[in-house]
């Protein structure tokens, strides 16, 4: 349900639940009348009870969503802007923004299909030798971009050895994320265009890590390194979803989200290295 629709039903459900309360009050009274003070006639009506708990859901993530707005504009720095410019009140979400009342820490996100659908974001990072899976994540941001540093240093920690190259396709570019790597001694090598084209950007756009990245990426080397990318990562991917024939998690929250991912990057990688253990 979007902020705006949860507004209005909010109102809505506040003046049923002062109608329903007014007509048990006149009915208890009358009761009293009839029947004396002492018969019971104070429990709450059904139909009261369904919208009291409607609202409570509703009223619970409205404030979750101004919570996440507030935080958000306090991040950006939205807080310190020009107050008479903004359109809406800090920590007031957009009337479209929206929630899901039954896992409320997935996000709506665009999926392959080109439809929407409720998701987290599952992230994984491959050795390239052996294709076994050296890190993993689930997020409930769309974007990937944030997830490139923390992955490559998630790498390291499990396997005692630091990421010498690494591929990654455009949606991990960021001037932030180039600069980090570089800092770290990680030569990189990561689309700046859309999709598998590794040079798809305006030559002198972007940061000066940006930059160096693009030059890169133009060298007979760059594009060799680059193109060695989707035959290392997009295998494993099948290999979830085809051979383990896991799509979809199955539990609620995003704790859970991230174990049930975890167990199954586990299970590939016990299938995985029995291939390459088991003699010819």
């Known amino acids: 349900m979007s902020y705006g629709r949860m507004q209005e039903a909010d109102a809505r459900l506040r003046r049923e639940i002062a109608q329903i309360t007014q007509r048990a009050q006149e009915v208890d009274a009358a009761e009293d009348v009839e029947f004396g003070p002492d018969f019971r006639g104070d429990e709450l009506p059904a139909e009261?009870?369904?919208r009291e708990t409607r609202r409570a859901k509703i009223r619970e993530a409205m404030e979750r969503l101004e919570a996440e707005e507030a935080a958000h504009d306090d991040a950006s720095g939205r807080g310190q802007s020009?107050?008479?410019g903004l359109k809406r009140p800090i920590g007031?979400?957009?009337a479209t923004?929206?929630?899901?009342?039954t896992d409320p820490e997935s996000r709506l996100m665009k999926t392959a299909s080109g439809g929407f659908e409720q998701c987290y974001n599952a992230q994984l990072a491959i050795d390239a030798e052996r294709q076994i899976i050296v890190a993993a994540a689930v997020t409930e941001k769309a974007a990937d971009n944030g997830q490139l540093?923390?992955?490559?240093?998630q790498a390291e920690a499990n396997t005692?050895?630091?990421t010498a190259t690494l591929l990654a396709d455009a949606g991990y570019k960021a001037e932030a994320n180039f600069a980090a790597l570089e800092q770290r001694g990680v030569d990189a090598y990561v689309s700046l265009g859309k999709g598998e084209e590794p040079r798809a950007t305006a030559a002198g756009s972007g940061g000066p890590c940006t930059q160096r990245m693009a030059r890169k990426l133009r060298t007979d080397e760059g594009r060799r390194r680059f193109k060695r990318r989707k035959a290392i990562v997009e295998?494993?991917?099948?290999?979830i979803k085809q051979v383990l024939g896991f799509r979809a998690v199955s539990m609620r929250g995003l704790a859970k989200a991230k174990g049930e991912w975890s167990l199954v990057?586990?299970?590939?990688?016990l299938r995985r290295m029995a291939t390459l253990t088991v003699p010819a």
Request: charged content about 20%; overall charge positive; aromatic content about 10%.
């Open 97 to 101: 923004q929206q929630m899901n009342f």
């Open 82 to 84: 020009r107050p008479g």
């Open 48 to 50: 009261l009870r369904r």
């Open 92 to 94: 007031v979400p957009p």
């Open 265 to 269: 990057c586990l299970v590939l990688n």
């Open 149 to 153: 540093g923390p992955l490559e240093e």
């Open 160 to 162: 005692g050895v630091r």
């Open 235 to 239: 295998p494993v991917y099948g290999w």
